[in-house]
């Protein structure tokens, strides 16, 4: 089986570590997003060529990491988590400020977003616990993996970046419930976090997280203030209809009645030019690539490739989960951007290396014999 | 110790506990992705329509468009009332960065005063939604071509263009013309509660006074709205639907800017006004009241400077003299008693009175003087009408009595408002028994009958119903209401206005009239009428009756009349006077009251002359007049 997956693969991709309809799905949600940015963004085609140029950068990480054995990361698992507590650390304490929160940290040549390390550090960590530790994980490994993953969760959370704490706690939860936690702790753990809410609710948030909630909850209490972007950003999707309003004919966006439309909300803009139709089309578009990305996961050789891939694209699942939920009304509005599609960087280059390590873990097959945890 | 209790690992089963658990995932992944598609599907799909007209509400606004105010134009079709392009300076604060350095270097740049910030602020406080807020009200031409070349440096600040009321004759027509001025709390009110209101949403002024104020629903047209597109700060994007404004309808008035001129050259700087009439139809040739004020003052909101200077100044250029002015009619009204005595039967026209110099009344120990100190001799009623004689007519107001006088006078219009086309009027005074009861709760008097016959007393009228009330005799009983409008509508082919009014006087026989018209035409042509000098020369034939109304009475018959000249200003006579011409074919009327001038002869009469010497002239002549006007008005422009 596996050497006639050999056979049917492209030699010239699999010389080059790509995965040929993962490499479609990404191009595709590329091409995507170029044409929303450029509508959203008052069809300012600068905007469009910053964007692109990101892409390039982001397309070339992944073909750099994509020739990275995964086994590699194994050894700088352990460094590479601790590195990243460690600036998330200095960040506390010497962090610049952008958008209210302090993310940024100056390293003299350039500023480096801590968070964004953590991203693929605490999975790659957990990855490498897990498959050291015989599948499916105990109760021990559980809670030592839960500690792992809770720790940059926090600090994260304290910039405040709920969006970035959100996404990396879940890859951490994500490894662990691959590498089989009980369905009991599952349950317990499900039961106990929905409890711990209100002590969330009173110790954790902030004051405008609070608020953020509580406007999810009843948007029109407050149609001019934080209720506003949730309920232009409703009024643009639903006015979009089955077929939309056509590309550059959405009033909702091109009038700036959207908040955020080329970032956080650029999903609005695209229901509300490309309709119902436009928007199942790009569900699929994403399905495909989580569906694609777990496949890749499944047939890898080792625990650690297939606990890191799938956390990688579950991860990118939960991306679409939140900003779409997000600005449909169904989530409160937390910060995170529609993977690849919004206009923006920084989370790109993290993803598409993630999206490198998929694209290695299905293409460096034959390295892969090891017997060893 | 792990490793030594599990030293083999069963690869294949922890694959396939990864497997369950990734399918698991998928099908996790599936369903949420399908509460995705659900959720959105219900928006854009059930709940479109909602949504759909959110999303329209937010876009598209409906803007009023003003209609152009109706053009006024005076009878020979000249332009009393213009609109002119005026431009203001608008900010939207949604696209000022920083308002109060803008406002500060616009303050600078434009070398406006300092009020002007705070004025703003105000506004902005109470038009927070608006998306644009005036800043200047009227920029002048140096301003903006000053902003125009420095505007790149002022984001979010523009200048709007609108039409604006302009009165290019300035104070010659203030006081029939009236002016439009800002829209205030009572406006909006009034418009309100006659559901107009909603006409005026684009709106700035409305007629305030005059003509303005009693056409406005003629002059100012109906609104025109735009649908347009807007983006988030309310700025249009483009229009969608536009129905335009209806313009308000131009309006011609009976108005002789020639003869209005006249009217302001004649009275100079006299306080005073003067009425002249169309005897046939009631139209207003001319009314002027001196002094008057410069309108367009109002059109944009009068400073407070300005306006106190106006209420302040002792000459009161307010008040419109001609409708409100109350003057004692004095001598112009002996005609209108003299034929009440006629026809009453008191006296005829060959009753002769003995004018010894005085009248003396039983019970009273007071002597009524006659102007002349030692009479007119025997005296019928054309010559006491010529000559002002006062004896003949206390003997007249003696027989005839308060009530029949007061009843009479009542036909002419006096103590009533005549009903002319402008809501300034007053209706004077007109005093009887019943008056007297109830301003001063007193009894009439006997005394006060003979003060009523030659005018005087509490007797008041305004210099309009002069000349109605000389317009009814000149036509011998036709009563047209006096009147400005003269048409409305284009000007090539105006819809006329049909005279109207009261029923005329029918039951005064036709002799009667005569011999009053005769007396009339003796004040000219009579050596001893009062106006003969004053129409000596005459190139047409006219009547009239001169007045000089004693501001302070002298009691003492001993007392030489004092000499004009040492009496002060206030203390002196006022002078009116009314006439018609031609004497055989009526067809103007005039009637003028000058303040505390003298003796209406001298002071009055002239006047009159002057006007109807305006009116009788070639009309080549008076095309050259009107001709030389316009161009006066276009000099002043430059």
Known sequence: MQTTEERQRNPWLAKLHIDGPLFLGLIALAIVSLFVIYSAGGQDIGLVHRQAIRMGVSFAVLFVVAQIAPQTWRIYAVPFYIVGIILLVLVLFFGEMGKGAQRWLNIGVTRIQPSEILKLAVPILLAWYCARAQIPIRFWHVLAGLILAMIPTMLIAQQPDLGTAILVASSGLFVLFLAGMSWRLVTFGGALAAASLPLFWFFFLREYQRQRILTFLNPETDPLGSGYHIIQSKIAIGSGGLEGKGWLQGTQSQLEFLPERHTDFIFSVFAEEFGFFGVAGLLILYGFVIFRGMLISMRAQSNFARLLGGSITLTFFIYVLVNIGMVSGLLPVVGVPLPLISYGGTSMVTMMAGFGILMAIATHRRLVISQSG | MNRKRVPIRNHQAEAALFSRRAIVSIGIVFVVFAILLVNLYSLQVTSYAEFQTRSNSNRITVLPVAPNRGLIYDRNGVLLADNIPVYSLEISPLEVRNLTDTLDRLHQLLNLSDDVIADFNTRLRQHRRFPNITFVDELSEQQVALFATHQHHFPGVTIEGRLQRFYPHRDLFTHALGYVGRINQQDVQRLRDQERYANYAATRTIGKLGVERKYEMDLHGVVGYQTVEVNNRGRVVRTLDFSPPEPGTDIHLELDIGMQKVARDQLQNRRGAIVVLDANTGGVLALYSNPSYDPNLFVSGISTVDYRNLLNNPANPLINRATQGRYPPASTIKPHLGLLALHEGIITAETRIWDPGYFTLEGVSRRFRDWRPHGHGWVTVTKAIAESCNVFYYDVANQLGIDRMATFMGEFGFGQRTGIDILEENTAIMPDRGWKRARFNEPWYAGETLSVGIGQSFWTVTPLQLAYSTAILATRGERHTPRLLRATGDRHDPIYVEPYGLPPLKDVATKHWDTIHKGMEEVITSRQGTAWTAFRGATYTAAGKTGTAQVVRIEDDTIE???????????????????????????????????????????????????????FADPQQRQLKLLEIQQRRTHADD
């Open chain 2, 561 to 615: 009349r004092p000499d004009i000249q040492d009496v002060e200003e206030r203390f002196r006579d006022n002078a009116t006077y009314i006439g018609y011409a031609p004497a055989d074919k009526p067809e103007i009327v005039v009637a003028l009251a000058i303040e505390n001038v003298g003796g209406g002869g001298r002071n009055a009469a002239p006047v009159a002359r002057a006007i109807m010497d305006y009116y």
